[in-house]
């Protein structure tokens, strides 16, 4: 299978922290506390767009990171929430967490999303902790850190156009001059024996290629295994039909392109109505042979009679290729456009949806395990601890203070003098240290 890989790291923005603060009046000398909430972070979302064809575009940047929130402010004012952050990826990309290469989502229809990075909550600011014997708390909660993920986004590539002609005319060539790809290419019939596929970069879009093996006459019969190659060609949006213009095999161009025309026909009418437009290759030798400037001139009177778009080109020296692909392009967002016009199904549409699971449906979340590092230190680690510790405020006694009572109430410390924690002794979460000691 052919298959379009791109890995990035993503980072959902912080929780903005709550503000300490208090009213201040003129003569009134310790008003109650105001300290606003801090804003929520953004998101890092995944979303299908129909445009897009290949993941080309998140190889340039690897990294993603949506806005933190606001901090909240005095006076109860909240902080403003970050913005989501909105990766735009084709229709049918498969995405993988990259740590436990879990399957995350499938968004296989256009306008579907995913979220993929849940922006950090906000903390709530210090008004909210007053009570009736708690008039004037000097601490805040910090904002929630956003969560980093690597994720692997993986695309099978489906080509949009095939290229399609007579054995040694140079399909493989055009492939190669004009992708990434590097098929085997010689002057021989069937050196291609299954299809070949690359992307094609233009400034402002990009879609794949397939360089399909050669057909010849009796392949709507089967021969030389035309009926596997046609069947490929039938799950192409449109065709490139490549013709030795130079007839440097001894053929008239004219009768080359009917040979393959035929063949299609015979398979199924339906392949006669793919756009298709034809490239004249080997003009660089045209000059030289004999008579070959009269039968190309055979051909193009019949392509212009037929109303078929065609260039003349050299696959070898690469002229002209450029002006067939920006055609091509061109050709394909048209019929793009007449797809999506008939039937397009709707964007965003919330029903589509689909959430990360939330912390607390995690049976291991308030797991908390203890170990105990070379230098002596205890280390703790843990899904709902590591939370408390990220949303902890370490410049204030209050949020602290919080952390400590997680850790005395929740038992904590109790199983780690069990262990023999003693005064002095430190306690590790993630490289953060606390010395020990007894309040009794
Ligand atoms: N002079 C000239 N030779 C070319 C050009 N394009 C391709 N060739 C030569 O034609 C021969 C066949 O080219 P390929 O690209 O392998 O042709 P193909 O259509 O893929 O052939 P099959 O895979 O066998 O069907 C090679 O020797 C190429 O170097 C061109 O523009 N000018
Ligand atoms: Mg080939």
Redesign the pocket.
Known sequence: MFVDKATIVIKSGKGGDGAVSFRREPFVPNGGPNGGNGGKGGSVVFEAAQGLRTLMDLRYMKKYKAQPGQDGMGSNKFGKGGEDLVIKVPVGSVLIDEATDSFMADLSEDGMRFVAALGGKGGRGNSNFKNSVRQAPNFAEAGTQGQERTVLIELKLIADIGII??????????L?ASTGAN??????????ISPNLGVVELSNTSFVLA?I??LIEGAAAGAGLGHDFLKHIERTKMLIH?VDA?G?EGRRPLGDFNTIQGEMEAYSPLLMKKPQIAAL?????VEGAAGAAEALAELTGYLDREGIEYFK?????GSGVRELMNAAAGRLAEIEREGTAAGAPAWGDQSKWMRVSRVEDDPDYREIQISQDEDGAFALSGKHLYKIFDSTNFNDAGSLGYLNKFLVSGGIIRMLKERGLGDGDTIRIKDFDMEWYDDE
Do not use: E, Q, R
Not at 165 to 174: Q, R, Y
Not at 184 to 191: E, L, V, W
Not at 281 to 285: A, V
């Open positions: 002609g007579l054995p040694n005319v140079g399909k493989s060539t055009l190669s098929p085997k290419i010689a002057n021989y019939h069937f050196t291609t360089d093996p050669g490549v130079s440097s290759n080997k003009t660089d030798i080109i050299s696959a070898a020296a």
